[in-house]
């Protein structure tokens, strides 16, 4: 994975720590199922390795993050409902036991399903003519994880109207509603994402992880619950983070004035 293309719809290229993905399917960088299965297999090399530790998705060109799903594939007789791999459509946002962060870079237009990717994002950067709106229901179809994620995201009033009438969002909206971290010159996208990513990689990996498995099993409960679950010893990437040598090397590299190595365990 180091240094290939999966395919011809899907590069991805580590450098160093960082996993960059690329969705090149021209015009739209439109997902078929056969490209959601590839975005899969990638993203769980990324869960999978030990030594990468973020991953920006970005897309080919500079007119569309991505179309969503291709609409050619479904007229061509494709469902809906089509094996999209394990990590779901575009995937990583269904996948099991992902605790490491993903950058989608929006270097467009993203779309239906290419809007839904970006919502399941850890972070988010945009290009300053990124636009992101969800059509499903004007097509007789239904934006399954948008409906789910977004209503968690925006305003009531905000997701409906997004959802049910297909508002467009430009970056600048995409920014105030707390969709996307930042908006910059679409020409320092890549950079701004990579910086990005290099600050998470100053935390600890173990932390990283923690909080990201905090964040999933806590989000939809009342405090209190939450409070329940993170005390209850089940939350292995909390406990691993609790008892590991990273623990003692941050307060220690702190009080010596040092930059922290970190070590993983």
Known sequence: MADGTPSAAVAAVADGPVLEVTIDRPKANAIDAATS????RVFAGFRDDPDLR???LTGAGDRFFSAGWDLNAAAEGEEFEADYGEGGFGGFGELPGLLKPVIAAVNGMAIGGGFEIVLAADLVVAAEHARFWLPEASLGLVPDSGSVRLPRMVPPVVANEI???GRRLDAAEALRWGLVNSVIDASDLMSEARALAAR?????PLSVAAIHQIRDRTRHLPLAEAFEVLRSGELTAYEAMLGSADAVEGPAAF???RSPRWQGR
């Not at 299965?37 to 899969?40: G, M, P």
């Open 163 to 165: 959802l049910y009438a």
């Open 255 to 257: 009080t010596e004035g």
């Open 200 to 204: 998470v990689l100053e935390a600890a």
């Open 54 to 56: 973020v991953a920006i």
């Open 37 to 40: 299965r590839e975005l899969s």
